[in-house]
T-cell receptor, first 114, second 113 residues
Framework: DTGVSQDPRHKITKRGQNVTFRCDPI?????LYWYRQTLGQGPEFLTY????????KSRLLSDRFSAERPKGSFSTLEIQRTEQGDSAMYLC????????????FGEGSRLTVL | AQSVTQLGSHVSVSEGALVLLRCNYS??????LFWYVQYPNQGLQLLLK??????LVKGINGFEAEFKKSETSFHLTKPSAHMSDAAEYFC???????????FGKGTLLTVNP
């Protein structure tokens, strides 16, 4: 069990550029979540996958954001035409289908938009 | 709908003193409740969880929390603070079929020597 892995850990980009983050969940976990955390705030839910199906999206996930989980394994979160307000830590978490709600978090991908 | 309120964005204690971090929740279904800890530039690590078994829950690193339904509270305590406890602590509530967590805004714990 290597834990939840996220890549890259840090990304600095210019406003208007596209960025993509990758998350590799714990191998036997069917559920995968993306959260966003800004300075001084708790993590905010963005979206949730059960296997390859995206079952819930937050209103925070604007049209510039898209998430995928092909084949129910790793997931990607893409942000198009980045804005300075997108600067945040993007956290991925996974959990097994039958559990008591505990999520296992990766170390996050920090995005800075200049 | 679920929500969490953490009272006090910053708590400062002396090493060896009692740690008390406050959390109140709101949930329309029987909740699962969690405390997570986050060290700088790292992800979240589970400290402890309440899942409708014992109301007093013991976690890692000497922390414990008590679920009080009548007060809708789940406060986190540790009898004696250690310098290594300095971190940000998040209370979270889970409910519904997708088990997503709703977090509070966090409490930054500072431990003074």
């Amino acid at each position: 069990d290597t834990g939840v892995s996220q890549d890259p850990r840090h990304k600095i980009t210019k406003r208007g550029q596209n960025v993509t983050f990758r998350c590799d969940p714990i191998s036997e976990h069917n559920r995968l979540y993306w959260y966003r955390q800004t300075l001084g705030q708790g993590p905010e839910f963005l979206t949730y996958f059960q296997n390859e199906a995206q079952l819930e999206k937050s209103r925070l996930l604007s049209d510039r954001f898209s998430a995928e989980r092909p084949k129910g394994s790793f997931s990607t979160l893409e942000i198009q035409r980045t804005e300075q307000g997108d600067s945040a830590m993007y956290l991925c978490a996974s959990s097994p289908t039958l559990n008591t709600g505990e999520l296992f978090f990766g170390e996050g991908s920090r995005l800075t938009v200049l | 709908a679920q929500s969490v309120t953490q009272l006090g964005s910053h708590v400062s204690v002396s090493e060896g003193a009692l740690v008390l971090l406050r959390c109140n929740y709101s949930s329309s279904v029987p909740p699962y409740l969690f405390w997570y800890v986050q060290y700088p530039n790292q992800g979240l690590q589970l400290l402890l969880k309440y899942t409708s078994a014992a109301t007093l829950v013991k976690g890692i690193n000497g922390f414990e929390a008590e679920f009080k339904k009548s007060e809708t509270s789940f406060h986190l305590t540790k009898p004696s603070a250690h310098m290594s406890d300095a971190a940000e602590y998040f209370c979270a509530v889970s409910g519904g079929s997708n088990y997503k967590l709703t977090f509070g805004k966090g409490t930054l714990l500072t431990v003074n020597p």
